[in-house]
């Protein structure tokens, strides 16, 4: 392991490895489901990329400081197992060069609202699977930002962390995650008879 | 509202856009004064309330329908079980 998370730091008795990995570890395992769903659209994939994320954890708990960040952490770790060992074998298709799309986001031409009139009463009549398919048919990295920050709650510098990009790249790329959901909800909410959506 | 009351201005002196001041408050990044001024900016600027509230209504529905719950049954036990075995 080459990554710096997997250097071990410190030393820890049985006992308390035991209890980082119970206290620490344990109560984000739905979370990191739901990630690792939301990630490999995959129930029965999603269940081993959490399963090998938690015995990579314990695995390399002494790299871990206790008291520190653990769901970050956990996050990191089960973002790299899906990079190196899940996304290879995915069937998604060929994906576009971001750091283009990022350039060019992060240029003042697109300062501008791409979907202005999705009103909130068409979001509001989205009682079904809408929502989860709009989010589910984003590309992998801009379903993730979505997924980081409006699910779980992590501020730029613990996204930064987690996905190894700069807290510049997060931002923009949230900015365009949010324009392609917008995109979609709007498509769900003509289909629905809403022509002004 | 005078731009040295902003606070969303950086220390460069750029005044900020709607759109990066919107979404600085989407992404919960927002210090409890930032929030006070979007608050006040928009009871007077149209876009950034309509925006505003898609945006969070956006947010609500993905918190509301993609949480997932909880993790499949067994799960924990067989996690527990394989640290066991390769403690053992």
């Keep these: 392991m080459e990554i710096e998370e997997y250097i071990p730091h410190q030393k820890y008795s049985e006992t308390e490895k035991q209890d980082i990995f119970n206290n620490e570890f344990m109560p984000h395992i739905h979370s990191m489901y739901n990630f690792g769903y939301r990630l490999t659209?995959?129930?029965?994939?999603?269940k081993d990329l959490v399963q090998d994320t938690y015995l990579k954890a314990y695995r390399f708990i002494e790299s871990f400081q206790k008291g520190t960040n653990a769901k970050a952490w956990l996050f990191r770790i089960l973002k790299n197992s899906f990079i190196n060992d899940y996304r290879k074998k995915s069937k998604e298709p060929s994906k576009v060069d971001y750091q283009e799309v990022e350039t060019y986001y992060n240029?003042?031409?697109?300062?501008?609202?791409?979907?202005?009139d999705l009103r909130v009463e068409s979001l509001k009549d989205m009682i079904g699977d809408e929502i989860s398919n709009a989010l589910n048919s984003l590309d992998v990295d801009f379903r993730t930002v979505i997924i980081l920050c409006d699910l779980e709650g992590f501020k730029y510098e613990e996204m930064a962390k987690i996905l190894d990009i700069p807290i510049g790249t997060v931002r923009s790329r949230l900015h365009r995650a949010r324009n392609l959901l917008k995109e979609k909800l709007k498509s769900y909410a003509k289909s629905m008879g809403y022509n002004n959506a | 509202m005078a731009t040295s009351q902003n606070p969303f201005v950086q220390a460069d002196g750029k005044k900020p856009t709607c759109m990066e001041m919107?979404?600085?408050?989407?992404?919960?990044?927002?210090?409890?004064?930032?929030?006070?001024y979007f608050k006040t900016h928009m009871d007077h600027c149209m876009p950034c309330y309509k925006e505003y509230n898609v945006?969070?209504?956006i947010k609500e529905l993905l918190q509301a329908k993609c949480c997932g719950g909880n993790c499949p049954e067994g799960l924990v036990e067989?996690?527990?079980s394989k640290i066991n075995s390769t403690t053992a």
Aim: proline share 3%; charged share 40%; glycine share 2%.
């Design chain 1, 107 to 116: 240029s003042e031409e697109v300062d501008r609202q791409i979907t202005p």
């Design chain 2, 78 to 80: 067989q996690i527990r």
């Design chain 2, 22 to 36: 919107l979404q600085v408050i989407l992404d919960g990044e927002a210090t409890v004064e930032q929030k006070d």
């Design chain 1, 41 to 46: 659209l995959d129930r029965d994939d999603a």
């Design chain 2, 55 to 57: 945006d969070m209504a």
